[in-house]
């Protein structure tokens, strides 16, 4: 790729050459784009007519031109120079055209970094667009530019996006981590603070890509996972499944660290896991009851229960992942499970095949049963890949035993037949090993393998030599005869390496064959000369070692064939030859090293040993790149051994939070909503493409202006411009029992100005984000009349406030209304018309097709009340009527109650001095002096959480206004002779205020 | 995780390239040329290939290989199963996966990969969500694009992507509501000379084509569920309610998606359908060879057994081939020494059979090995192991659907060992 330096210079070619712009022009477009690029000079011109087809004002023109570009940038061709022309385009208005520029962005940004910055501003802007696709992609490529000058404009967009209302957005800000984390290490600090807030996310959407994160950023810091262990668990069926693999495997190195190894003791622990795996409901309770010397802590058989169904996973890489959590962390009785999905994947593709039979190949050698039963699965098929074969062919040996070998012994005869000359040649290899391993059959694989001596490939035969001789070299007392009729082969065999290893045996063992070892030299010693270079080294030791036993015999041969290796053409014989005659045949000169001829030569050697290659492979962690080069590839995190004592477990516990409770009615509702909220979504969406056509393209100016009109926002959140929303889906009956929610909510907020002057501002927001928000203290049962029955014409509405945050918007109270026909026939249609305020957003509930006499139906709404008592007027109509009704909260139901530390209160409390602090002092009565009731009243006026407070006689509660997310504390400090003072601190003072009102009369009261 | 992906045609050349993060040279695909010349088959290049600073990886698909670049750990049947997916994704859009398919949508394509990685990460691989973000090229949608200049990219987040039920689009509306179902059989099988079965298995798929408007949950159960040895699952399918009662019950996908995936294991009794006479002879010191093939059915419960092809790959010794077959067409390729035997249709009552003589190299000693039989062949109508739908129902939609269910039997890696 170019340098800096000479992408600057192209440039100034490139302004050069705008004067010859008309010479350019001849070649207008074709639509043969791709033809002709081969020539230097047709390349120039065409990158010219690009350049002015960019310039253009013509949408399709510029579309054109990017493709073209596109293909350039694909076939790896060098289009920087276009990046002026091309920049410019970053904020159109065509989507299309604007992703291609994206594309151009990313690929060349890095090495036009002062040009790249020209594009940053449009990023910016978009990272606050409404539409969350528009705010996703914007971070994706602002992040994928790897200019370090804007690394601080990318942390504020991570963080920003970390607490975006889009699951989606949040996703993608997890991946921006990673991507400036390899940008500035330095990052490292801030980056692991962005991960810990977004593992505690609990969208499925994001836990994937978070984990990656951390995997990249910080994999040692195992304490971030803690707490989030068992959502982690629990979430991992409805991750994505990329997302799946990913987790699973940060799971097992995390298991290794925290749980005691269940490998101890297996007989004992046998039958009780075997239980506890089929009725797993049971289990926890089982787990704490039984006395037993080893228990599994209920967090890791959570994770083999919730990891088990993804054995069914249609992706092989989660089903790998499986089975190596389970080879890794599973008692060993359990592991066998994976076996069958493992031998599903043999029937995917090659590639599939390749790294599954790689991991049972280091399976099979500890754990032979696990796949015994499924030896046909490994059959070799003359289709096979070679390096598929040979796998096969290793996992077969590592399951031979005595039951078996007969049925493997005769498949690989089929195989050393086989056509593939490689492939046999490792089928004798492993005759070899099976041979050695199983003591029942040596003799019948060494006759086999003699057999095969007579076999017309070279490379059969050689195998067969080289294995026979290993073979041999293990046991040759009891082999003398092999010895002999290998040396009757001798005169048939052809292949020099067998020859040579012919040699080297009879040599070796010539004491055991003392009759036939020296015609055997006789007959070479006739022979020499015609003989291939290895065979005739090996001749020459063969007659160094005769000499050495039985020079009677042989002194004149060995001393004929040391002069004929004296005068060889090859210097390797040559020198061979003179060094045997010193060594062997005793003179004046060599003296000391002669006399221990005997113990050079004849040297015990060792047998050299038959084994897997795979023996060592489960140093690895299996399914990884490094078990399958079996070398350590970069970034490879070690599997720490399991530790004697386990850590503390109460690490993982989680503060329990009720789960949002949601309506059976509400769910239903929510299920069948999603085709109505799509439309509508539209529709608004229609509208405001519209508007945003009505103003000129070229206005960005004025858009500017508009967006700075709006009053500054001073929460984190802004009441929405337009009612969007997302549906909601279920997926009933999901995978996961009950314990985690089962809807996931889903809301797209124009997110808040980035405001880089003010980062104190910001990171209050932040704080404020992150105390979460809790279920209610305390429901209300009152509701209220919303239709009289009478004035309804049979249809009565009453409503109630549920407290509980609107699943549809963050920034809604949501309503529960319960609808009753008592009129004498079926109602209709009945649904929710014109509101009043115009602006009043409501999430409407689905239309009631038809509501029987007498029946009621409860359905749920969402208001934004927009932190006003006022009411929020609409009509409900039926198919023939419409009636005007209207919803009146109460203050303290536009609040939602929000946990929060002692400590937390303080400071935020610190914050709110002032204009924002309302106080009063009441006469309470005398039941309201102890804490219960008196938190129960307070929680009943309003909406609030109970802080927990070390002081007896000061009471604090904490909540959040529902649309603007400003915070409100409550303090209520008894004094003495039943006086109390109750203070208010909220930026909301009207709200604040009011509250007090309520406040001082509910607790004056009796 | 993926670096870069290079796409190399089988002459050797790189005509795509495209980078997720810094530009990797593309001579870091030397590495994986040399190992490609090593292979004597293109089947046999590694799929892993370690280089000095990067890791290969590669997968090979119609002729295309589809090289990635890894640059630390990450488990290599991650980004195998995502390559096999991009391929599928290509394939869905373009109707074929070629490299003239791909030169000619090389912006799609782009685009595509874009959305589907994201710094290395899968993003989107769901085929109904990418259709959403990047319609496919159809020749009425480029037309219309070019007078209208709307464009193939969609404006707006596919509902799909944030909600639990991923793999299905919301507001799908049909005016012919309709669901087939295929379950295709294959059977796996090693014959030994003597024709008695070394090993049998089979492996089942149900492939759905399911165009139903709204969001249909559907549930299908089968009248003998327990000969389901081992299974996988869309990620539609409930798993729970399957463990419980061996029900199929899902939201499907829009569209063609496999449902269900299924093996029947061999220690089932699999009865074979076809068997296969053939006396395949080579002798000492002559240059001929006799060759005589014959076959018929066995098992097919009634039905007949088609689109029958024999291919056999002949020892290297073969020079040429002079055979007579019964019926069909017969092909011999001097060069790579295959044959190739289109029979068609079995007719019990006359069964095919091909018969003649094989020229050997003259003075070349008689191979080892007597070459294996590959034999593919479809029963229409049947499933092998029995398998049977019982039923399928459907809720949370109104109207009445079209349902349907095919069989269909066929041969997967079907050999005879001769």
């Known amino acids: 790729m170019l340098s800096m330096s000479t992408n600057n210079s192209s440039y100034n070619d490139q302004g050069g050459a705008d004067s010859a712009v008309e010479i350019g022009q001849e070649t207008t477009p074709t639509s043969n784009s791709g033809a002709g690029f081969g020539l230097f000079s047709t390349d120039f011109k065409k990158n010219d007519d690009l350049k002015e087809m960019l310039e253009n004002n013509k949408e399709s023109l510029k579309l054109e031109a990017m493709k073209r570009i596109v293909g350039l940038i694909a076939k790896g061709k060098n289009a920087s120079e276009l990046f002026p022309a091309v920049v410019k385009n970053v904020a159109s208005k065509n989507i299309e055209l604007k992703k291609l520029v994206y594309v151009y962005l990313v690929r060349y940004a890095e090495e036009q970094q002062d040009l790249a910055l020209l594009s940053i501003s449009t990023f910016q802007r978009a990272l606050k667009d409404p539409n969350q696709l528009i705010r996703a992609s914007a971070l994706r490529v602002l992040s994928s530019i790897r200019v370090p000058i804007i690394i601080p404009i990318m942390m504020l967009a991570i963080k920003e996006a970390a607490s975006d209302m889009s699951p989606y957005v949040r996703k993608t800000s997890a991946h921006a981590i990673q991507k400036l984390y390899s940008l500035d290490p330095d990052q490292k600090e801030h980056l692991i603070e962005v991960i810990e807030k977004l593992l505690k996310d609990k969208s499925t959407l994001v836990a994937g890509s978070v984990v990656m994160a951390f995997e990249e950023v910080c994999p040692e810091r195992i304490d971030l996972i803690h707490k989030n262990y068992r959502k982690l668990c629990n979430l991992l069926v409805d991750v994505e499944e990329w997302g799946q693999v990913v987790i699973i495997s940060m799971l097992t190195r995390y298991a290794r660290t925290q749980f005691t190894s269940p490998w101890r003791e297996d007989g004992v622990f046998d039958e009780n896991s075997e239980r506890a795996f089929y009725e797993s409901d049971e289990e926890k309770t089982r787990d704490d009851t039984e006395i037993k010397p080893y228990t599994m802590d209920p967090d890791h058989r959570l994770l083999l229960r919730n990891t088990k169904p993804l054995l069914q996973s249609r992706n092989t890489a989660v089903v790998m992942s499986v089975a190596q959590l389970y080879w890794h962390l599973a008692p060993r009785n359990e592991v066998s499970i994976v076996t069958k999905s493992l031998v599903r994947l043999l029937r995917s593709h090659r590639e599939v095949q390749y790294i599954v039979l790689q991991n049972i190949a280091t399976m099979s050698i500890q754990r032979k049963g696990m796949f015994e039963p499924y030896m046909k699965s490994f059959y070799v098929r003359s289709t096979d890949a070679t390096h598929i074969k040979s796998l096969k062919l290793e996992i077969l040996t590592n399951l031979a035993n005595e039951a078996n070998i007969s049925t493997i012994l005769r498949e690989f005869q089929t195989y050393v037949k086989s056509q593939d000359k490689q492939f046999a040649a490792g089928t004798i290899q492993a005759i070899g090993r099976c041979a050695t391993n199983i003591s029942e059959v040596t003799d019948t694989c060494l006759n086999g393998l003699v057999l095969l001596l007579s076999n017309r490939d070279e490379t059969v035969v050689a195998e067969s030599v080289v294995v026979i001789k290993k073979l041999l070299q293990a046991q040759p007392s009891q082999h003398s005869d092999i010895i002999k009729h290998m040396a009757k082969l001798l005169d048939n065999i052809t292949v020099s390496m067998a020859r040579a290893s012919i040699l080297w045996l009879i040599g070796e063992y010539c004491e055991r064959v003392p009759k036939i070892a020296p015609d055997v030299l006789r007959k070479m010693a006739k022979s020499f000369t015609s003989e291939e270079d290895i065979v005739k080294l090996q001749t020459v030791n063969l007659a160094a070692k005769l000499y050495l036993t039985n020079s009677k015999q042989t002194k004149l041969l060995t001393q004929y064939i040391l002069n004929l290796g004296k005068y060889d053409q090859n210097y390797d014989i040559r020198d061979r030859t003179r060094f045997i005659r010193q060594l062997i045949v005793p003179n004046e000169k060599s003296g000391a090293l002669s006399k221990y001829a005997r113990r050079i030569l004849l040297a015990p050697k060792p047998a050299p040993v038959l084994e897997s290659a795979y023996k060592d492979r489960d140093r690895y962690q299996l399914g990884t790149l490094s078990h399958t080069i079996n070398t350590k590839a970069s970034g490879y995190l070690e599997l720490s051994d399991w530790p004697a004592v386990a850590p503390d477990q109460s690490v993982r516990n989680v503060e329990v939070i009720e789960p949002v409770r949601i309506h059976p009615s509400i769910c239903t509702a929510l299920f069948h909503f999603c085709p109505d909220s799509s439309q509508s979504s539209e529709e608004s969406e229609k509208s405001s493409s519209q508007s945003e056509k009505s103003s000129s393209e070229s206005d960005i100016e004025q858009k500017k202006k508009k967006k700075m009109k709006k009053p500054p926002q001073k929460k984190n959140v802004k009441p929405p411009n337009k009612d969007r929303y997302q549906s909601v889906m279920c997926k009933p009956n999901s995978w996961v029992g009950p314990g985690f929610g089962a809807c996931v909510c889903v809301c797209d907020f124009s997110s808040c100005r980035m405001n880089l002057l003010r980062p104190h501002l910001f990171s209050r927001r932040l704080s404020v984000v992150i105390s979460c928000v809790s279920g209610p203290a305390f429901v209300p049962e009152k509701s209220h009349n919303l239709l009289h029955r009478m004035t309804g014409k049979g249809l009565a509405a009453q409503y109630q406030f549920t407290r509980q945050p609107c699943l549809y918007q963050p920034n809604m109270v949501s309503v529960q209304i319960s609808l009753t026909n008592t009129s004498d026939h079926r109602l209709e249609q009945i649904h929710i018309g014109e509101r009043s305020p115009a602006g009043l957003k409501i999430h409407c509930f689905n239309t009631i097709e038809f509501l029987e006499p007498d029946a009621s139906v409860t359905v749920s709404m969402g208001i934004d009340f927009n932190d006003s008592t006022q009411a929020a007027n609409f009509q409900l109509c039926t198919k023939e009527d419409q009636f005007s009704v209207s919803i009146q909260p109460a203050v303290g139901d536009l609040f939602l109650a929000v946990t929060m530390t002692e400590q937390d209160f303080r400071k935020e409390q610190g914050k709110l001095q002032g204009m924002n602090e309302c106080s009063a002092t009441i006469t309470v009565t005398a039941e309201n002096t102890s804490s219960q009731p008196l938190n129960r009243r307070v929680a009943a006026m309003a909406n609030v959480g109970v802080v927990p407070s070390g002081q007896d006689n000061v009471h604090r509660f904490a909540g959040k206004t529902a649309c603007s997310g400003a915070v409100l504390l409550v303090t209520v400090e008894l004094r003495e002779s039943s006086a109390a003072v109750i203070t208010i601190n909220t930026e909301k003072s009207v709200m604040g205020s009011m509250l007090l009102r309520d406040l001082k009369k509910s607790l004056a009261q009796a | ?418």
């Not at chain 2, 073969?318 to 001097?334: A, E, K």
């Open chain 2, 1 to 418: 995780m993926i670096h870069s992906l290079f796409l190399v045609n089988s002459s050797g050349d790189i005509f795509l390239e495209k980078h997720w993060k810094s530009v990797v040279s593309r001579s870091v695909c030397d590495y994986f040329f040399e190992a490609q010349e090593r292979a004597s088959e293109p089947e046999n290049v590694p799929p892993v290939i370690p280089t000095p600073h990067h890791y290969l990886i590669s997968v090979l698909r119609h002729r295309i290989y589809f090289v990635a670049v890894i640059q630390s750990e990450v488990p290599p049947l991650f980004v195998i199963e995502f390559l096999h997916r991009v391929v599928d994704t290509f394939q869905d859009y373009f109707g074929v996966c070629t490299e003239a398919a791909i030169k000619d949508n090389v912006v799609v394509v782009y685009e595509l990969l874009e959305e589907m990685l994201d710094n290395g990460f899968p993003l989107a691989t769901e085929s109904n969500i990418l259709k959403e973000l990047i319609k496919p090229p159809t020749i009425l949608r480029t037309v219309v694009n070019t007078i209208t200049g709307s464009t193939n990219v969609g404006e707006q987040l596919p509902t799909g992507q944030l909600s639990v039920v991923p793999w299905r689009r919301t507001g799908v509306k049909y005016t012919n509501n309709e669901a087939y179902f295929d379950v295709v059989e294959e059977i796996d099988a090693i014959i030994d000379k003597s024709g008695s079965t070394i090993t049998a298995e089979i492996q089942g798929v149900i492939d759905a084509c399911v165009k139903l408007t709204g969001m249909p949950d559907l549930t299908l159960s089968f009248m003998n569920p327990r000969l389901l040895d081992d299974v996988s699952f869309h990620p539609c399918v409930r798993f729970k309610r399957w463990e419980a009662e061996r029900i199929l019950s899902f939201i499907p996908p829009d569209g063609n998606f496999r449902l269900l995936s299924y093996h029947v294991s061999s220690q089932n009794l699999v009865a074979i359908p076809v068997y296969v006479k053939h006396n395949i002879t080579f002798r000492e010191g002559s240059s001929q060879g006799r060759f005589e093939l014959t076959l018929g059915p066995k098992q097919t419960m009634g039905k007949g057994v088609e689109a029958v092809l024999v291919n056999s790959q002949l020892p290297r010794g073969v020079l040429n081939t002079n055979l007579n077959p019964s019926q069909g067409t017969y092909t011999f390729d001097p060069v790579t020494k295959l044959l190739t035997w289109d029979v068609g249709k079995i007719n019990p009552q006359k069964l095919p059979s091909l018969k003649g003589s094989m020229s050997l190299q003259a003075g070349a000693s008689k191979p080892d090995e007597n070459p294996t039989i590959n034999i593919q062949f479809k029963i229409q109508q049947s499933a092998l192991s029995g398998l049977k739908v019982n039923r399928l129902d459907m809720y949370g939609e109104k109207y009445k659907p079209f349902k349907g269910i095919k069989y269909m039997t066929k041969a997967g890696k079907f050999q005879v060992r001769t």
